[in-house]
């Protein structure tokens, strides 16, 4: 798997779950895939391989409505979760150099990679969700909330 296609993976990885993120802290409720494809524009199909990965990694849960929910509190899930969750399959396609050059920049890139990896372990999805909050739904013009179950039932 080539750098830029990797970055990409994560990329998308990382929105998938900020999207759902989002609607888990600002009460949306649980999250449909064909929703989240809809609204990153991705496919439907890429939005479920990734959910999938994430489930799998114990990131996501899917519900009996079939929606999403993040598996854990959002301040306890950061980047580098993500991020390892999208290479967790990602296997290595070249046998490491053997000769003194070739250890050094091995070396050199699993320095920038642990780096890389300290830094998004520092990023929590609870902030990136507050950081960014959804846009006011359109259906939505007339000043009513999109409730949640557990808003909702609070309210009644």
Do not use: W
Not at 104 to 118: D, I, K, P, S
């Amino acid at each position: 798997t080539s750098a830029a296609n990797l970055a990409s993976q994560e990329l998308a990885y990382a929105r998938v779950f900020l999207e759902i993120s989002r609607d888990f802290a600002f009460g949306a409720g649980p999250t449909q895939s064909g929703e989240l494809a809809q609204r990153l524009g991705l496919s439907r199909r890429l939005v479920d391989q990734i959910v999938e990965g994430l489930a799998v990694s114990a990131l996501l849960n899917r519900v009996e409505s079939g929606g999403l929910l993040p598996a854990r509190e959002l301040g306890s899930i950061t980047m580098e979760d993500v991020s390892r969750s999208c290479r967790r399959d990602q296997g290595d396609d070249l046998e490491p150099p053997n000769d003194a050059a070739g250890r050094h920049v091995t070396e050199l890139l699993a320095e920038l990679a642990a780096q890389h990896r300290e830094t998004l372990d520092r990023v929590d999805f609870r902030t990136l969700a507050h950081r960014f909050p959804p846009k006011p739904d359109p259906a939505l013009a007339d000043g009513s909330e999109r409730l949640s179950g557990r808003q909702a039932e609070q309210k009644a």
